[in-house]
């Protein structure tokens, strides 16, 4: 079990296409923002965790220039440390689990976890810097262009959709979703500007079947979280619990620690970098029998007042390329009853970030897990 | 075509050096385990399945299945102007084993998932063979 751990608060900095400002500016705005969300002095932050990797190909891989690291955080914040990590090519979700570990075993009390992204000037995004040499993995891969603009994730997509008959209009139906909900959501990047049909189908084709619009917008821009046991809870914090965390290996590992089914979930934040991938866990949970997910949701069932309402934050597709920050944050503010004009019924909430090969999973719920006393010390802080 | 010299070249190394001696030969070469049989992908120090490090190299049919297959819009690569589409493929010998190629003409196109294909290898004016999409049917 988990032991009586929350999450206790999240920030977020702005959300731009571009800035003159530094990675660094945007990270220390979410951290900022994170610790008075979560009503905490920056001197009780003992613990820091981050997946600093930057992921697009053109990434110069620049310390402060497109990522920012723990030494860079805790030095420009003058955080005093206990214990942190930096993920190398891991994800929000394993962020969340790193912390748990250390916060069961009583390594600190609070920690900081921070993912910032950026778009440095100058870069070729999506197709990369040109290397002349492809070293280890890369060179049964790159020589075939198969890293570039997510064509791995669009060859998957179109097996997927030969074999169960989905065609763009499933695929836009994922796209509408996440415009819709970044509508309710004053941070996405997307917020005000709704995607008909037409011009969907019509926009540019990238690596098919996703066109422009099936592609997360690279952002500037940092998300932040404060975790801690339940018992060292500053006052006025407002908690959501951590009932279950899993690697893809072992999905059913999530139900299993946190006792629910997918039959229990009152939301789930799918990692949508892609459109497609939304489809993937819906039916790798059995939420969907196999190919269903395309059906589910152009059918409704993943709206905001259907069966499971899906990325109600509207995505990585509709609030920017945040790497599945945005997914923990929104279900944090689900699970705590705080997403506003976004909130659906309060229970289970999913987070699931990653490639269908190489996902992580958490449950974050408004109550305490089943077997743990709820211990919420109102005078610590 | 100075720009397909910009193709990246791969930089190998004892593990994927048979793989691409044989693209050289126009032949698909794996490691086979001494062991339990099962063929490697070119990356693999052991055997997936039995993690021994008993191995030699075999040269395979070339026959592969189709498992994913894109055509990309972006000037993705040097001297490949798009669109370009590109596949992966499971080794008909070892269907764990995906490759990736190119289809530059285009062999692939309204076949369905699990289609029959042959790979071949195609030398580049740099020099270096890369997998390509040969034929289609066993």
Known sequence: MSGGIVIAGFGCSGITRRSRRGIAAFALDAALAALQDARLDRAEIDGYVGAPFATNAGSPHAECGDEISLKSVAGMMGLRLAWGADLYRRYPTDMVAAAAHALAAGTCRHVLGLRAMYVAPGLDYATGNGAAQAFGADQMTKPYAYTIAGARFAARAWAYMARHGAGREELFAVVDLARRNAARNPDAIWRDRPLDRESYLQARPVAEPHGLFDCDMPVCGAQAFVMCRAADLPAGASPAWLTGWSGFGRPEALWQMSGRSPADLASAQLYDGFSSMVWEWLDGFGITPPGGAPAFIRDGCAEPDGRLPLNTFGGALGEGRLHGMGHLREAYLQATGRAGPRQVRPGPALVQVGPYDDSSFVLLEPDAPRGTARRTARSTG | ?138
């Not at chain 2, 990246?8 to 693209?23: C, I, R, Y």
């Not at chain 2, 052991?46 to 055509?71: I, M, N």
């Not at chain 2, 370009?84 to 070892?94: I, Q, R, T």
């Open chain 2, 1 to 138: 075509m100075d720009s397909t010299l910009d193709r990246p070249l791969p930089v190998t190394t004892l593990e994927t050096e048979p793989f691409w001696e044989g693209a050289r030969a126009g032949r698909l070469v794996l490691m086979r385990c001494a062991e339990c049989g099962r063929l490697a992908p070119p990356l693999a120090p052991r055997c997936p399945a039995c993690l021994s490090a008993a191995r030699a190299p075999q040269t395979c049919s070339g026959r592969v299945s189709l498992r994913g297959r894109t055509v990309l819009h972006l000037p993705a690569l040097p001297g490949h102007p798009p669109p370009l589409v590109v596949v992966e493929c499971a080794v008909a010998e070892e269907p764990a084993v995906m490759l990736v190629a190119l289809d530059p003409e285009g062999i692939s196109e309204r076949l369905p998932p699990g289609a029959a294909l042959r790979l071949g290898f195609a030398t580049e004016a740099n020099g270096q063979a890369y997998a390509v999409v040969a034929g289609a049917g066993a």
